[in-house]
């Protein structure tokens, strides 16, 4: 199983990025898929999810009303579009499935390798 994450890079505070994950190896439509990020020092927290037909999803507080997470089963990819970012958004984003959820960390059955965002203020 791989999860290949991009999109991350530099971004000014108040811009936007756009982080897709593609999945291989699993039956992708079966699995929640979510976004977690850690900060140097902190530990990795929960940022969105979305359930396999894409019918529900969760967000974080923090991100709330600014992150919007989405996926094509046909392309076995999640995306996560993010706006109004904050230099406290900085962080490795990594991508996630659960089998059961991937709103839980303990429920995480595979990660992705992680994409690094950089929010200059």
């Known amino acids: 199983v791989q999860l290949q994450a991009s999109g991350g890079g530099l971004v000014q505070t108040g811009g936007s990025l756009r982080l897709s994950c593609e999945a291989s190896?699993?039956?992708?439509?079966?699995?929640?898929m979510g976004w977690w990020r850690q900060a140097p020092g902190k530990e990795r927290e929960f940022v969105s999810a979305?359930?396999?037909?894409?019918?529900?999803?969760k967000y974080a507080d923090s991100v709330t009303g600014r992150f919007t997470i989405s996926r094509d089963n046909d392309k076995d990819t999640v995306y996560l579009q993010m706006n109004s970012l904050s230099p406290e958004d900085a962080a490795v984003y990594y991508c996630?499935?659960?089998?059961?959820?991937?709103?839980?960390?303990?429920?995480?059955?595979?990660w992705g390798q992680g994409t690094q965002v950089t929010v200059s203020s």
């Open positions: 190896g699993l039956p992708f439509r079966n699995y929640a």
């Open positions: 996630a499935a659960g089998l059961a959820t991937a709103t839980q960390i303990g429920q995480i059955n595979y």
């Open positions: 979305i359930n396999g037909l894409a019918t529900r999803t």
